[in-house]
């Protein structure tokens, strides 16, 4: 039987996602402690009493990446009282999508990204987790461009179609694809194009002014220098 007298404690756990090496990543760390000592697991802490939970998964995503730029959202709250086998855990999870250029992680024994394709045994229900912000990302995308948070700064119309195709699973066709993302709104056709000697030069494109409609989603922008 549960002791229903005893509190429970608030966590935040952050799906960190971005595309390297055509494929989508998710940053894991070793646990070095029990339970679930040496299993891989997702970055997060204890809502610490001055936070609020969207303050608390901002400073977990700054320690572990260290960057401003990135699409983060509330994705759902894990309270099964089997999920923590020691104590009565309750998190919140979020998602946050990342360029990888503007990643400077370097991968260790203990920290590390892994494909989401092919994760290694997991601590908690943190596949479930994972699983489930990928499912809000491709939902996502047919309300707003998030994917483009993947995405370079400036970037080719081929390459925002593989990473949609990345998190959809699935192939677009081109033609299709490409008349739907340029009546997006928020995209900006650059009088810029790719610099390469053994290709066609591709135009390059960038996002501006986008805009959410959900409360639990923010775009964390770098402040510019003047």
Same mark, same amino acid.
């Given at each position: ?59 977990? /995503? ?12 509330? /994705? ?5 009282? /089997? ?67 993947? /995405? ?75």
């Amino acid at each position: 039987m549960f002791n229903e007298t005893k509190t429970h404690e608030i966590t935040v756990d952050v799906v960190i996602l971005t595309i390297k090496n055509n494929a989508i990543h998710v940053l894991l760390v070793k646990r070095t402690t029990e339970p679930f000592k040496g299993r891989w697991a997702i970055p997060g802490g204890y809502v610490r009493l001055s936070e609020n939970l969207d303050e608390a998964a901002l400073r977990v /995503l700054k320690e572990k990446t260290d960057v401003d730029n990135i699409y983060l959202e509330q /994705l759902y709250t894990f309270g099964d009282p /089997l999920r923590h086998p020691n104590a009565r855990v309750i998190t919140c999870a979020y998602f946050a999508l990342v360029r990888s250029e503007d990643i400077k992680i370097v991968s260790t024994p203990e920290l590390g990204w892994h494909k989401v394709s092919d994760l290694p045994p997991l601590a908690y229900d943190h596949k479930e987790i994972i699983q489930y912000s990928l499912k809000r990302t491709r939902e996502r995308l047919e309300l707003c461009p998030v994917a483009y948070q993947l /995405l370079p700064e400036k970037f080719t119309l081929t390459e925002m179609q593989k990473a949609y195709e990345l998190i959809m699973e699935r192939k677009l066709d081109k033609r299709n694809f490409r008349k739907k993302a340029l009546a997006t709104n928020g995209l900006i056709e650059l009088e810029e194009y790719t610099k390469s000697s053994s290709k066609r030069p591709a135009r390059l494109y960038t996002f501006e002014n986008i805009e959410l409609n959900s409360k639990r989603a923010h775009f964390i922008k770098k402040e510019k220098t003047k």
